[in-house]
């Protein structure tokens, strides 16, 4: 199995991610026109509860693990890290079946809890059916997860990334074949049509772990899974201990995130009830916030979700060898590499929400007004996604509690005001909870930092000079974009269309913003003249050279 390097483990699983977040985007479109906005509403309740309770089920014991498998491959202790990843496994299944029999069990009190008193829409019923079809997949998919995290502390991120273009792939032919045989064919209620829907997440899962387990069986001795003569002197509870405390921090991270959500998506449906909005309207703008707007957005925080893959195993291995510089210069690369690839984006995307929604939904004007915004969030949630990722590297567990805290409570307590005010302003209310994200992202992101400065010495001067140098190609992508969107006619109503008006704009602007960055130095600075010629020699199959 290939190892990789920053960079590279970075490209690798940002590159599958991707392929995995369009994928997870393209079918929204068959799929939203099969279900409609009734059917949406549903699946979005649904898959919501379930990315929630996923994220509780693994409790962040796969990052964990990672940390773990990469500090003792880093002190050659193999016998230790074959135990490890057993009892990672046990720990999983304990905590997996406990899931599942609470949501089977609490299905409906949950669901009544979501919808309340809201009427005319999706019922509480329907909600709890969902739900337990949903919770089959938590017998499943931490086992992946718990995998993956063993291969990527040994730096192997090409088979973990495969498995996970193999999990979506099954996971969406599983949803949209069975709601077309649902809908179509066998002609059942909706309920049932979403249900076969939400358990496509179950089949992709248990596709990815045989493949993974196919992989590693004919890698035995160069995983250290197999029988050891040497015995490491660490005990298999000091080993639990310890994944325990690593697992910590994420667990009440991920705790802290899962409520955040749900209560988003709780406030989001109370208030605009209180302010008088239709329940079409109510329900449309809470499923696009928390579900339809983020699944488009997919595609840029896969850029931090790939970067986290690989940075916290190589920031690990450089801290147990206490080497500074090397955590120094890694962490800021990260933030280079957010800066220069997702802010073109979440500009470009902003500006064609009109026809981007159009694309996927078919055109509303809510709807694209929602992702014109939502879309921002995504770069404030990449750089705190990885500063607190460098932080969990370096065991500051406590300034992550705080910052994410901190960050999580403001937008707990500005949802409601900032909709508000909105309201009062005349403005659109939903946006206001958009906002309330923002500036608790921002809020935690800037702690983050203040924290890595003054505690280890980190220094910001590269990023801060790039993000200088940044503003230009940007300002020049942004009056690229708006003067090609003057010029050239778009038809909303057509998807057509809005595909080529969308790529149009795109090819000229990446042109563009690209052309300038390289002049610039600021590609060469990010990525290296031999990561960027190896980008080119497999673009041009070999034909093209940078020097």
């Not at 709601?179 to 076969?196: T, W």
Request: aromatic share 12%; hydrophobic share 50%.
């Amino acid at each position: 199995m290939k190892k990789s390097s920053f960079i590279e483990g970075t490209i690798i699983a940002t590159f599958a991610i991707v392929i995995t977040k369009i994928l997870g985007m393209l079918y929204v479109i068959p799929f939203y026109a099969m279900v409609g906005e009734s059917g949406s509403a549903l699946y979005a309740y649904g898959y919501n509860i379930y990315a929630i309770f996923l994220d509780i089920s693994t409790a962040g014991l796969p990052l964990a693990l990672s940390k773990i498998i990469k500090e003792y491959n880093t002190l050659k202790m193999e016998d230790a890290k074959k135990r490890a990843f057993k009892i990672g496994l046990q720990m999983v299944s304990v905590i997996s079946v406990f899931i599942f029999f609470l949501l089977i069990l609490f299905a409906k009190p949950i669901a009544t809890l979501i919808l309340g008193n809201l009427s005319g829409g999706t019922t509480i019923e329907e909600v709890t059916f969902v739900i337990r079809i949903t919770s089959i997949a938590l017998l499943i998919v931490p086992f992946l997860s718990i995998t993956r995290g063993y291969l990527q502390g040994h730096n192997i991120i090409g088979i973990s990334s495969i498995s996970q273009v193999l999990e979506q792939i099954f996971r969406i032919f599983t949803i949209l074949g069975g709601v077309y045989f649902a809908l179509y064919i066998l002609k059942i209620p909706m309920k049932y049509a979403i249900g076969v829907a939400v358990f496509g997440a179950s089949v992709g899962g248990a596709v990815a772990i045989l493949y993974l387990f196919r992989k590693m069986s004919k890698s035995k001795i160069e995983l250290g899974l197999v029988k050891h003569k040497e015995k490491d002197t660490i005990t298999n509870k000091e080993i639990g201990k310890k994944i325990g405390i690593y697992a910590i921090p994420f667990i009440i991270i991920t705790i802290a995130f899962s409520i955040n959500n749900f209560l988003d998506m709780v406030m989001i449906l109370r208030t605009l009830e209180h302010l008088g909005l239709e329940t079409t309207q109510i329900e449309f703008a809470t499923t696009a916030i928390t579900t339809w707007s983020t699944k488009i957005s997919m595609i840029v925080n896969s850029i931090a979700t790939g970067m986290v893959t690989s940075l916290i195993p190589t920031i690990v291995g450089a801290y147990t060898l206490k080497k500074w510089d090397a955590v120094n210069y890694n962490f800021n690369k990260a933030l280079q590499l957010i800066l220069v690839i997702c802010l073109p984006m979440c500009i470009g995307l902003s500006m064609l929400s009109k026809s981007v929604w159009s694309v996927f939904y078919g055109y509303n004007e809510m709807g694209a007004l929602i992702f014109s915004v939502q879309i921002l969030v995504s770069l404030f949630y990449n750089l705190f996604l990885v500063t607190n990722s460098a932080l969990h590297g370096l065991n500051k567990s406590k300034v992550v509690y705080k910052s994410v805290i901190i960050g999580l409570t403001t937008n707990v307590l500005l949802n409601i005001p900032f909709m508000v005010l909105f309201y009062k302003l005349g403005i659109s209310p939903y946006l206001g909870a958009i906002l309330a994200t923002v500036t608790g992202y921002v809020l935690a992101f800037l702690l983050s930092l203040k924290h890595l400065k003054k505690a280890h010495g980190l220094s910001y001067k590269d990023t801060i000079n790039l993000t200088k140098k940044l503003c230009f190609p940007t300002l020049s992508l942004f009056l690229v974009v708006l003067l090609l969107k003057l010029i050239l006619p778009t038809h909303y109503y057509s998807r057509i269309s809005c595909i080529l008006y969308i790529s149009s704009i795109s090819i000229v602007g990446a042109f563009v913003y690209l052309t300038i960055t390289y002049k610039m130095g600021i590609l060469t600075k990010v990525f290296g003249n031999s990561m960027i010629n190896k980008i080119i020699k497999k673009l041009t199959f070999g034909k093209v050279r940078i020097d």
